[in-house]
């Protein structure tokens, strides 16, 4: 029995393996483990699904997590936690031949929920004063309209358009022809919107959650160092200027650990670890 998540699901597995005696393993695959309060947000931030998390944790067979960055936290709970991360299509995201562009793309893909932290980012693109630099923000969600007030009320509703839901498939292309990734999400258990970008050969910065702490020590993405808005447009800069070199560390990275067929291994063997 494999539940994700480590919340409501993860209870109802629980009980039900322990009924039919087989074991189960629990991913903690989201913001179980957050509690970013101002924004009411994550696991941690209410009794009832606190202690839900809790025991669902602590009494797994297994416990699973796509991140180093969830696994420090997930190793509060428990002494042994698994590494293991979601996949990715490494054939269908994979990098353009020749990118050609007259302006300077930067691309953020998420919902439009106060923790994607999009509002940090726009006031980063206002600091940047070039006009050649256009930022598009895919992804539906409630903070629409109030995102789009805000880059009016900054004076950069020119520069930025909100593309909305796009298909899937569609991703590869916009990826592959923007010059920078943005993760400006507050946490992020994984990051696979990230991680499809540095598939595509795309220089990824951002906040140090999820696997993009990972990448920055191999050298294949640069971390926020603050939430201002001067630092986000610092670290975009210093980003531009070494795309090229971050691009391809980052494609070398997502196909070596992040290919679906390397991670589809890794819970073959972890699920066969369980039943022997």
């Known amino acids: 029995m494999h539940a994700f998540w480590a919340n409501e699901p993860g209870l109802i597995a629980l009980l039900a393996a322990r009924a039919l005696g087989i074991p189960f393993v629990a991913s903690v695959a989201g913001g179980e483990l957050a509690a970013l309060r101002d924004i009411d947000y994550g696991g941690q931030v209410h009794f009832l699904e606190r202690t839900i998390i809790r025991t669902v944790i602590q009494n797994a067979d297994s416990v699973t997590v796509g991140s180093q960055y969830m696994r420090k936290t997930a190793l509060l709970l428990r002494s042994q936690v698994d590494i293991q991360p979601l996949g990715i299509d490494t054939t269908q995201f994979s990098p353009a031949l020749h990118k050609q562009s007259n302006s300077v793309r930067i691309l953020n893909v998420g919902s439009l929920v106060p923790v994607k932290g999009q509002t940090y980012l726009l006031s980063a693109i206002a600091k940047l004063r070039s006009s050649e630099v256009c930022l598009e923000i895919i992804g539906e969600g409630p903070l629409k309209e109030e ?41 992020e258990a994984q990051g696979m919107a990230l991680l499809e970008a540095a598939a595509c050969g795309s220089a990824v910065v951002g906040t140090p959650v999820g696997v993009l702490p990972e990448l920055a020590e191999e050298g294949a993405a640069s971390t926020l160092c603050g939430m201002e808005p ?10 531009l200027e070494m795309r090229e070199e971050l691009g391809c560390r980052a494609r070398e990275i997502a196909a070596r650990e992040f290919d679906l067929e390397i991670t589809c291994s890794k819970w073959t063997h972890l699920y066969q670890k369980m039943l022997d």
Do not use: M, N
């Open 230 to 239: 001067d630092d986000w447009a610092s670290a975009i800069v210093g980003a």
């Open 147 to 187: 995102l789009s007030t805000c880059a009016e009320d900054l004076g950069i509703s020119s520069r930025v358009q909100f593309s909305g839901s796009i298909p899937h498939h569609i991703l590869a292309d916009k990826y592959r022809t923007t010059d920078l990734f943005v993760q400006s999400a507050r946490h």
